[in-house]
């Protein structure tokens, strides 16, 4: 099991602020999670810009500890066996991420 970040994301980076195995990534389209921070620090307010923009967890690095869930204040993050069908599609994206 690991988990998934759905649509509901605002990138406030609670959850990789507080993940224990530094598994949530940055957009590729990003070199590094500074850049990315730096991004939504600049366009948080610009829906257009920020819209799909997310964060990502890497299922063979998540550890299944569930800090992020747990801190998440969008409720963003379920377990990948407990996804809402409305979110299934995330977690191909978050697998996706990574390949």
Not at 46 to 55: A, H, L, R, S, T
Request: aromatic letters at 10%; a negative charge; glycine letters at 4%.
């Amino acid at each position: 099991m690991a988990y998934v970040i759905t649509g509901n994301c605002v990138c406030c980076f609670d959850c990789i602020d507080n993940c224990p195995s530094d598994c949530i990534h940055q957009p590729k389209e990003f070199d590094d999670l500074d850049a990315f921070r730096d991004f939504v620090d600049e366009n948080e307010d610009d829906e257009k810009k920020m819209k799909g923009k997310q964060v990502y967890i890497d299922p063979d690095e998540c550890i299944d500890c569930g800090a992020c869930a747990d801190d998440c204040p969008e409720e963003a993050i379920f377990a990948d066996d407990e996804l809402p069908e409305e979110w299934e599609a995330y977690a191909k994206k978050n697998a996706d991420r990574f390949q």
